[in-house]
């Protein structure tokens, strides 16, 4: 079975640094991307972006890019995605996801709040 | 950036009834448009991908079409648990991006 669990909810001020995991199971890790999708109180999805666990390729969504790093250790079966310079806006769920196929996301973690506030 | 622009943002519908969602590409996007049903304090579960293909495990009422920069998705009869958010997602050059969302709730 494809699992996906995430650490604990995160409370940070701004200006500060988040970094979440979202440990895989059930599949080899190192075959499929990873992604990360957030979602802030009461709105949409955002894709933020993923990393490729075997070569280490990342790609990431232009609006957070400089502030979003997602990384990878295939040793742990791991995904990580940090945060800096946090701001109200970025008080939101963040989900990690699976994409065993090009173009969409068909396992979730259970997701993380984070949230920022002074 | 390709922008995804659904209708109706809310829907109220009767169990039995056919309800359709639609979602526009902002350009062309040939059948990589997904869709996924969200519930309150849950990730979004996978229904629909490349356009039309149900996810294993989805209910058969749920379908999807469309190509190009136009999609839909029909729930053939509406169902008590479909009542939910729904989300269209477009895939293009490493770049996805998601539907504002339809709430659709059950009368």
């Known amino acids: 079975e494809v699992q996906l669990i995430q650490s604990g909810p995160e409370v940070k001020k701004p200006g500060a640094t988040v970094k979440m995991s979202c440990k895989a199971s059930g599949y080899i890790f190192s075959d499929y991307n990873i992604h990360w999708v957030r979602q802030a109180p009461g709105k949409g999805l955002e894709w933020l972006g993923f990393?490729?666990?075997?070569?280490?390729?990342?790609f990431y969504n232009e609006k957070v890019r400089g502030r979003v790093t997602i990384t990878a250790d295939t040793s742990l079966d791991t995904a990580y995605i940090e945060v800096s310079g946090l701001r109200s806006a970025d008080t939101a769920v963040y989900y990690c996801?699976?994409?065993?196929?090009?173009?969409?996301?068909?396992?979730w973690g259970q997701g993380v709040l984070v949230t920022v506030s002074s | 950036d390709i922008q995804m622009t659904q209708s109706p943002s809310t829907i109220s519908a009767s169990v039995g009834d056919r309800v359709t969602i639609t979602c526009r590409a902002s350009?062309?996007?040939?059948?990589?448009l997904a869709w996924y049903q969200q519930k309150p304090g849950k990730a979004p579960k996978l229904l629909i991908y490349?356009?039309?293909t149900l996810q294993s495990g989805a209910p058969s009422r749920f379908s999807g079409s469309g190509s190009g920069t136009d999609f839909t998705l029909t729930i053939s009869s509406l169902q008590p648990d479909d009542s939910a958010t729904y989300y269209c997602q477009q895939y293009n050059s490493y770049s996805y991006t998601f539907g504002q969302g339809t709430k659709l709730e059950i009368k």
């Open positions: 350009q062309g996007i040939s059948g990589w």
């Open positions: 990393v490729d666990p075997q070569y280490r390729d990342t």
């Open positions: 996801a699976t994409a065993f196929s090009t173009g969409y996301f068909d396992y």
């Open positions: 490349e356009a039309s």
